[in-house]
């Protein structure tokens, strides 16, 4: 099985997203800070603390969701000249390549840690921080359900 597809950037940008906010650190961070802000917000309204620490819950929790939800996603996505090329992918029993202008590369389903169903993508993970994005509107209905199927018999979802 194979198939051609290109990047959509704003497609792109939120699959991104989904990335970073579904990694256990950040989650973590923006669980921490909301605790924190909604702490320091009661106790301000019951007078127990002044409104700097308040202050500084609001300001940390937007300064970390503009940078997880805007900044990070367009800046990778401007570095990364993965997006700016055209892929064929070719599927089979060994593995998973992928072409391109600029070259090729195949991984043994092996490599594969396990997979991620965003609303747009598959994201096949290496390790914990390389992924491979693979649209799912690049594939027709019958692609896309031999490509679950195979993913779903090689490969572990998380």
């Known amino acids: 099985m194979h198939f051609a597809f290109e990047y959509d950037k704003p497609r792109v940008v939120q699959a991104l997203r989904f990335h970073f906010l579904s990694r256990p650190e950040i989650r973590l961070i923006i669980i921490a800070i909301n605790v924190f802000a909604v702490v320091a917000g009661?106790?301000?309204y019951l007078k127990k603390i002044r409104p700097e620490p308040f202050f500084l819950g609001s300001v940390l929790w937007i300064a970390i969701m503009i940078t997880y939800w805007f900044a990070l996603p367009q800046m990778?996505?401007?570095?990364?000249?993965?997006?700016q090329h055209k892929f064929i992918v070719h599927i089979n029993d060994s593995g998973l390549q992928i072409?391109?202008?600029i070259g090729h590369n195949?991984?043994?389903w092996e490599s594969i840690t396990?997979?991620?169903?965003?609303?747009?993508?598959?994201?096949?993970?290496f390790n914990p921080t390389n992924f491979f994005l693979i649209p799912k509107y690049a594939m027709d209905t019958e692609t896309l359900k031999s490509f679950v199927a195979i993913l779903q018999q090689r490969v572990q979802k998380k």
């Open 42 to 44: 009661v106790l301000f």
């Open 114 to 125: 396990h997979y991620v169903e965003s609303p747009n993508f598959y994201h096949i993970y």
């Open 99 to 101: 072409d391109a202008e």
């Open 106 to 108: 195949s991984w043994p």
């Open 76 to 83: 990778i996505y401007r570095k990364s000249s993965t997006f």
